[in-house]
């Protein structure tokens, strides 16, 4: 994997003038030469054609050994952001329409999403992340208000896709402060999430909502810990009337999991440390 995106921005100025199509396009030629599938390990396949909604996939299928994983496509989608001084991705990105979008998440279409981030001065890639589809819950997304009278009108309401809504398993760095993060590790951070994220929509928002009240939490934390977080997820569920009980059955699949220990009297601690 090359970081340095020099080459790509020399070839990109000559054929397009508006920087957003540059940016656009150095991103995608570049993640289409240096990124790999999380799952198998094969380069990505960007698709070709523009009315696709996606922008790489992979078939897990590879040629010489004729071997195929799993029978699954996975669909990715890119982001790409400018250097932000003190954070290196914002906190939220853009997404599709809404309507559609809250589909594609009910029907498993939803894509996972690459980030990249980069310098422009160095011409350089300093972050990237893959965020796996299946850690994007309703809890991720939320409609944005129409900008103008004939948006509204329209009835086109776009989605914002929040990174602090999606737990911390769910977001797998690729590259990190500049320096590379080994592909075994990316791979295998990748299939935890398959393991631990499993069920509907609804099964999978569940489990990322505790999840994220988790990510909060010191190594060893107690129910009450999380029990204090009980208003925060009642604001998400406001129809539910049993959080505790639908609390302690998320810690039940996470143990069972391996993702916690119970170690006795009421208190938990992460085994993934
Ligand atoms: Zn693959």
């Known amino acids: 994997m090359n970081l340095d995106l020099s080459d790509y921005f020399s070839q990109t100025l000559a054929l397009y003038k508006s920087p957003s199509q540059v940016a656009r396009k150095v991103t995608e030629t570049w993640a ?38 799993s029978p699954a496509k996975d669909n990715f989608q890119l982001k790409g952001t400018k250097s932000f001084p003190h954070n290196h ?40 992340l893959f965020i796996h589809r299946l850690s994007v819950t309703l809890n991720s997304i939320r409609a944005r208000t129409p900008l103008t009278e004939n948006a509204r009108r329209s009835n086109w309401t776009g989605t914002k896709i929040l990174l602090n809504g999606i737990p911390e398993i769910g977001k797998i760095p690729i590259i990190s402060e500049s320096s590379i993060v080994p592909k075994e ?60 009980d639908k609390i302690r059955q998320q810690l039940q699949i996470l143990r069972e999991k391996g993702q916690l220990k119970f170690v006795g009297r009421g208190k938990y601690l992460k085994s993934n440390h």
């Open 185 to 244: 590790i990316v791979m295998e951070k990748w299939l935890s999430v398959e393991r631990i994220l499993q069920g509907n929509l609804d099964r999978r928002g569940w489990i990322s909502a505790v999840m994220m009240v988790i990510d909060k939490l010191p190594e060893l934390f107690s129910l009450n810990d999380i029990y204090a977080y009980q208003p925060y997820l009642e604001q998400q569920y406001p129809n539910n009337r049993h959080i505790r």
């Open 89 to 128: 991705f914002p906190s939220t990105i853009t997404g599709a329409e809404y309507h559609t979008t809250l589909a594609s998440l009910e029907h498993g279409l939803f894509p996972s999403l690459i980030l990249l981030h980069y310098e422009l001065k160095r011409k350089e890639v300093q972050d990237g």
């Open 32 to 69: 289409s030469d240096n990124l790999y599938c999380p799952r198998c390990g094969l380069p990505l396949h960007q698709y070709k054609n523009n009315t696709e909604v996606f922008d790489f996939y992979c078939d897990h299928f590879d040629q010489k050994f004729m071997f195929i994983p």
